[in-house]
């Protein structure tokens, strides 16, 4: 019988710590997706502000940027 006992025992603390384990898991899954969002303005608010301060060198950046992933997607695609 105490075999019994310690078993029910044992999946009770199972599933204790499985919900435990769930919440933490949630609660830090939160936490990166709010720092996420924060990072992401920033870094937005800093190209803006970037670009405001300096367009012409913005706009020379873009058409960079643009022509590299151009080629890069044209030289991807496969030969028929």
Request: glycine share 8%; hydrophobic share 45%.
């Amino acid at each position: 019988m105490s075999h019994r006992l310690s078993l029910i025992d044992t999946v009770r603390s199972t599933r204790r710590g499985a919900h435990r384990g769930r919440h933490a898991a949630d609660r830090v899954g939160a936490a990166v997706r709010s720092v996420g969002r924060r990072w992401v303005k920033t870094v937005l608010a800093d190209v803006r502000e970037l670009v405001q301060a300096h367009p012409g060198k913005a706009t020379v950046a873009a058409a960079t940027v643009g022509l590299l992933v151009a080629r890069v997607f044209r030289t991807a695609r496969p030969t028929a």
